[in-house]
């Protein structure tokens, strides 16, 4: 409890910090810069300095933090991963060749690309799905909220929920497992699913759409909404059936927000770490880059070397989405 | 999703009345309900099951939570000072130690090899010519030519048919013994600072990005929006060199409450940033320019308007922000270190995967403390959510 | 600088990047003058107001409040108050809280504060909805209270961006006249007021400014602007239906101008002309509360009629005729009998023309 305490008082601390720069720099900033007083002239000359600086402070404890904890580091990766485990010998391109010739990571490629092909266009497609449904019935709005639910628990909660479900007994033994359950049921074998390669990546990427789908919904339910009724009320006349008002209607005028819970997605997807670390830790041809890279971290007292060139391959490529962001961020900017 | 405006919504519904009155409109209930059972149904028997004996769930399934199961329990007899003489035989009968009156017999047996040897209420020959009787109530009778001896009294080995148990003993043993309690603290130990300190930080910086003149302002933005997507896993090994080095030189440790609030800071910021300066970009104009016009500079501006009417905004963010740090484990796990003190909820959780893989009480009382927390957070203020990631996508 | 001026602006320049949007600006305005800037949008009327409010900065030129020089001073120490078009109120401030905004910015004491909140809201008839925020307001209340937050500061200007544009009709001219009232009762305060609406600027205004494409077309009253219109522009933007222009010719120049109208049709117009645009084209412009009916002998226009507006109190006539190229609007007071397809003959009074150069300058003012 003590230790509370001290995290509440580094809050108060933390936010009193804060208040005391703005509010101390912005005074400092009178004293230096005086409004009143003074001649006109002076005066002008003062607001003008003082208009100048002041975005600077504002700015200044973000830019800090930012450029410190985001910026320098890419800069930084990139210098490590073409040096040796301690980030002192330089050893050129050794570290992506071994990479290269590694077959884990060779497996963790492609584990990563079947995870990039699989999770966003599963999620956006449940989503999409679900938030048209729902959008139809009266009890949609709760059903909303249990789908959406999932997106509050940490992925290692999920990986124990969704471990649980995928327990195994040895046949003959009641299974306390769902999926052993059910497929015991439909009179099949039970299989220790986790360990058998491929259906278990499978698996995995089970947990992530199970918690991705709520947010692919929550965004497309409201571009579904944001739809002019006009558009929908048009076809009808035009005798236009369901089916035909979702996909030639409904879809075409919200391909931009499918596009963002797309990206959104693949980006998380690159990161994805906590549900191998605790479902399998890269075992029976599970690994991905993100574990990898962690694993490199500290195997063997840490290989800053290896684990900064995989950090690197990860972020290249995320750079396709992140230029096409800021594309659409300038695009937008513009246009108001 | 209170916050989605449903009213225009409920017009294209209207439109669309010629649809909900098809039979169709029973398949589209149907398969709703069908997605809502499939994605509840997982958090659901987590949540049951911890509530489950620990003995019953792990002989059944938590879908069978409430009809009685089979088990296989061991039970004594009373001790052998409790006998008397009757008809030349020495008896000692009475109810089995230990046994749930609640719970029926099924079969027992005496040794280990042979558990469930006979059916209750038949009566099973022991060894020396002696006789074993167990009925499905629990009352035993045990008889035998010669006394019976020893301090303890014999072990009685049945399966019964439990009745079903709910018990808030696994939480006791999770909270006290296993270290979740601790792990609770320091997640809310890790969580508030860094929930709170971006959010001021970010504020300030979203504010001069919408409303102040600025050479460069576009670029910032951008820079931004560029940062949103940049992979954690670029940051961790600079950071943990910097750490090092830093704690080195100060001789104390890399690994500090205040060293994972700083990073956590560093994180949010990105998002913080966009989400903030989407909302107070869109505040009105005239509002900002009739404030300079009574009087108030950038900071009277920011501290008495801009301020308060983000609230929204501010909120969507704290609730992602929080979520985000409480569920954490890579950030903790690489800045944090692993003492009683330090260990967080999700990396204790991973400990427990495993130390304790198989002791799904354990397992499943733990997962649910942990996740009880955001789930409350969803629940309760689940519209700012909504409209957080509705702000914060970039679109 | 007497102290009878009340603001001065001396060519006045704005450019955003290298376009520029006002092109120079000479204007000064007396003491507790009401002014009034009218154009189409984009003319750059608003964008001058908020110069004058500090709000965007002078590029170059002069801007004195009642004799001061007050380009770099910031908006809050010139002495102007602003009503916003959207009010601007701020959301979560009660009403007083509103008011007295600026009065706490300044630092002014409590008991000022509250004087003087108090009595500019007895004044508005604000004073049951002191404690209201803006958003349990009508449209209406809420404009009174954005105008008595700019009250409070008992500002030497009071600006005025198209203040009543949110406001439904009726409420419209009822605010109309509180504006007029409060201008009878702040006698020493000048006030500038921006619309598109030229009624709102023909009832308010002591003195109108008419802008066009970032430069002052004509400085009047509003029936200087009406009667004496400087030029086409002028013209054609004030008064509605918009003054119907055609073609003529000079004949004769001197005290009378002589004109021949497209077909044939001679008249003396009292307006002077110079003898250097004898037989140049010249445009005359007639209000179309200008001509008359008449015989088919003594008309100066004929033309068959496309479409009657009938109005109660007016109608309008509209004319295709071989004079014009678009549509010739008469309006004729009180109901007629006339229908689409009759052909009419009208007349006008010689002295209730305007004639306008081919530069569109009124011979008026050359």
Not at chain 1, 110 to 120: D, G, H, K, S, Y
Not at chain 1, 192 to 214: H, R, S
Not at chain 3, 306 to 322: K, M, N, P, R
Request: charged share 15%.
């Amino acid at each position: 409890m003590e230790q509370l305490y001290y995290s509440l008082l580094a809050m108060l601390l933390g936010v009193f910090a804060c208040v005391f720069y703005f509010f101390g720099s912005n005074w400092l900033l009178g004293v230096i810069f005086p409004i009143n007083h003074v001649s006109n002239q002076k005066m002008a000359k003062n607001i003008r300095r003082a208009a100048a600086i002041r975005p600077w402070l504002f700015l200044g404890p973000a830019l800090f933090f930012l450029g410190l904890y985001l910026v320098y580091p890419v800069f930084d990766s990139v210098y490590l991963s073409l040096h040796g485990r301690n980030g002192e010998d330089f050893v050129g391109l050794a570290n992506y060749q071994w990479l290269f010739n590694d077959n884990e990571f060779i497996e963790s490629l492609i584990n990563n690309v079947m995870w990039l092909l699989i999770v966003p266009a599963l999620s956006t497609f449940f989503g999409l799905i679900i938030a048209a449904l729902t959008d139809r019935i009266r009890w949609g709005n709760i059903a909303k909220s249990l789908i959406f639910m999932p997106m509050a628990i940490s992925f290692i909660g999920a990986s124990i929920i969704w471990k649980f479900v995928y327990d195994y007994r040895a046949e003959g033994s009641d299974q306390i497992g769902l999926l052993n359950a059910v497929v015991e049921y439909f009179g099949g074998t039970p299989q220790a699913w986790i360990t058998i390669p491929f259906w278990n990546d499978i698996l995995l990427m089970v947990i992530l759409i199970w918690i991705q789908t709520g947010f692919a919904m929550v965004i497309l339910s409201a571009a579904l909404r944001g739809i002019p009724e006009e558009t929908v009320e048009a076809a009808v006349l035009d005798g236009a059936n369901g089916i035909q008002i979702f996909f030639k209607i409904l879809i075409p005028q919200i391909w931009g927000s499918i596009a963002v819970v797309w990206t959104t997605i693949t980006i998380l997807v690159l990161k994805v770490f906590d549900i191998v670390l605790a479902m399998t830790n890269g075992q029976w041809d599970t690994q991905v880059l993100a574990n990898m890279m962690f694993d490199w971290m500290f195997r063997g007292g840490g290989d800053f070397g290896r684990g900064a060139a995989i950090a690197v391959i990860i972020m290249i490529a995320v750079i396709p989405v992140m230029v096409w962001n800021v594309r659409q961020a300038n695009a937008q900017m513009e246009g108001r | 999703m209170q916050s989605i405006p449903s009213n225009k919504s409920n017009r294209v519904m209207m439109s669309l009345k010629q649809m909900r009155r098809s039979p169709l409109m029973l398949l589209v209930h149907l398969s709703v309900l069908l997605l809502v059972l499939l994605w509840t149904f997982p958090t659901a028997g987590l949540l049951i099951s911890s509530f489950r004996d620990k003995d019953q769930l792990a002989v059944s399934g938590w879908w069978e939570a409430l009809s009685s199961s089979e088990q296989n329990l061991i039970g004594r007899t009373d001790a052998p000072d409790q006998q008397v003489l009757l008809d030349g035989e020495y008896v000692l009968a009475g109810k089995i130690e230990d046994f749930n009156p609640k719970d029926e017999i099924l079969r027992f047996g005496w040794t280990s090899q042979e558990p469930e040897a006979y059916l209750a209420g038949s009566v099973a020959k022991m060894r020396d010519g002696g006789t074993l009787t167990v009925a499905g109530d629990g009352r035993y009778s045990m008889a035998s030519p010669t006394p019976f001896t020893g301090s303890r009294g014999n072990r009685v080995f049945y399966t019964a048919l439990a009745s079903p148990k709910f018990t808030l003993d696994n939480y006791d043993e999770v909270l006290h013994s296993e270290g979740i309690g601790q792990s609770f603290i320091n997640s809310l130990t890790v969580t508030i600072p860094a929930t709170i300190i971006p959010i001021l930080i970010a504020a300030f910086a979203a504010y001069a990005l919408s409303w102040m003149r600025l050479p460069g302002r576009g670029i910032l933005i951008a820079l931004v929006v560029g940062l949103l997507v940049v992979p954690l896993q670029m940051s961790l090994i600079p950071l943990l060199q910097l750490y090092n080095t830093i704690g080195g030189y100060f001789g104390v440790s890399a690994k500090s409450y205040l060293g994972i609030w700083l990073a956590h800071t560093g994180f949010g910021l990105p998002l913080a940033i966009y989400l903030l300066r989407n909302y107070i970009s869109g505040l009105p104009k005239e509002i900002i320019e009739s404030a300079r016009v009574d009087g108030a500079n950038d900071f009277d501006i920011f501290v008495k308007i801009i301020l308060p009417l983000s609230f929204p905004a501010l909120a969507s963010f704290a609730i992602f922000q929080f979520l985000w740090v409480w569920n954490d484990l890579l950030v903790a796990t690489v800045f944090l270190g692993n003492g009683e003190h330090e260990l967080v909820l999700t990396g204790r959780l991973r400990e427990l995967l495993g130390s304790r893989g198989g002791n799904w009480e354990i397992l499943t009382a733990s997962a649910f403390v942990s996740i009880a927390v955001p789930l409350t957070v969803f629940w309760t203020l689940q519209r700012y959510l909504v409209r957080g990631l509705l702000t914060g996508s970039v679109k | 600088m007497t102290s009878s001026t009340g603001l001065t602006l001396k060519n006045i320049k704005k450019s955003y990047g290298k376009t520029e949007v006002l092109h120079g600006i000479d204007l000064d305005i007396k003491l507790g003058e009401f002014v009034v800037f009218v154009g189409p949008s984009g003319c750059g009327k608003s964008t001058l107001l908020r110069m004058i409010a500090g709000l965007e900065d002078i590029t170059s030129g002069d801007l004195f409040i009642e004799g001061h020089n007050v380009n770099d001073i910031p908006s809050a120490m010139r002495g102007i108050a602003m009503v916003f078009q959207s009010y601007a109120l701020y959301p979560h401030m009660t009403v007083y809280d509103n008011m007295a905004f600026s009065m706490r910015i300044a630092k002014e004491d409590k008991a000022t504060i509250d004087e003087r909140v108090t009595s500019t809201a007895a004044m508005l008839q604000l004073t049951d909805y002191l404690y209201r925020l803006p958003k349990a307001l009508s449209g209406g209340q809420r404009q009174r209270v954005a105008i008595g937050r700019a009250i409070v500061r008992n500002p030497k200007v009071f600006l005025f961006d198209e203040p009543l544009s949110n406001l439904d009709a009726s409420l419209r001219v009822q605010t109309r006249i509180e504006i007029a009232n409060l201008n009878e009762s702040l006698k020493e305060t000048t006030m500038i007021y921006v619309t598109h609406d030229q009624i709102e600027a023909m009832t308010l205004a002591d003195r109108i400014v008419v802008l066009s494409a970032g430069k002052i077309e004509q400085v009047g009253t509003p029936l200087e602007l009406y009667g004496q219109p400087a030029n086409l522009f002028v013209a054609q933007f004030i008064g509605s239906p918009a003054m119907n222009i055609f073609t003529v010719t000079l004949i004769k120049s001197g005290e009378l101008t002589s004109i021949q109208s497209q077909n044939g049709h001679q008249v003396d117009i009292p307006i002077k002309s110079h003898s250097d645009i004898e037989n140049q084209t010249l445009s005359i412009g007639v209000r179309p509360e200008d001509f008359r009916l008449a015989d088919q002998a003594s008309c100066m226009l004929s033309g068959t009629i496309s479409f009657v507006e009938s109005l109660g109190e007016v109608t309008l006539l509209h004319l295709d005729s071989a004079e014009s190229k678009v549509p010739v609007i008469v309006k004729i007071p009180g109901i007629i009998n006339k229908h689409k397809g009759e052909t009419i003959y009208l007349t006008v009074d010689a002295d209730k023309t305007h004639l306008f150069d081919a530069n569109g300058i009124s011979l008026r003012y050359l």
